[in-house]
């Protein structure tokens, strides 16, 4: 059975930064695209960013030049490196494995989720 666990959450002030990770096992984690989500109240999960196995990465155009989304496949570990966050950035995140390879952008290609980790940006 695949586990996912993050961790990394907290609240910062607008313009500080929080480093999520992400820790998975029961799988083969190298061969699998990852997402960090995140789902504010009242709106609809999104994804933040993405990676293929082979490291390929997306990324929404809100954090663009802000998050950074990294893994090691060599601790089944995933990270999102988020700096200058913004009180718009508030939400559960979420770490989810994907059903291939690739990064997708839909949330139905991803078939395994943490329970997320809430992360609050105060303006």
């Known amino acids: 059975q695949v586990r996912v666990v993050e961790s990394g959450g907290g609240l910062v002030q607008a313009g500080g930064s929080l480093r999520l990770s992400c820790t998975t096992s029961?799988?083969?984690?190298?061969?699998?695209?990852m997402g960090w989500f995140r789902q504010a109240p009242g709106k609809e999960r999104e994804l933040v960013a993405g990676?293929?196995?082979?490291?390929?990465?997306y990324y929404a155009d809100s954090v663009k030049g802000r998050f950074t989304i990294s893994r090691d496949n060599t601790k089944n570990t995933l990270a999102l490196q988020m700096n200058s966050l913004k009180s718009e950035d508030t939400a559960v995140y979420y770490c989810?494995?994907?059903?291939?390879?690739?990064?997708?952008?839909?949330?139905?290609?991803?078939?395994?989720w943490g329970q997320g980790t809430q992360v609050t940006v105060s303006s």
């Open positions: 989810a494995v994907g059903r291939s390879s690739y990064a997708s952008l839909r949330s139905t290609e991803y078939n395994t």
């Open positions: 029961g799988h083969t984690f190298n061969i699998y695209g």
């Open positions: 990676i293929s196995s082979g490291g390929i990465t």
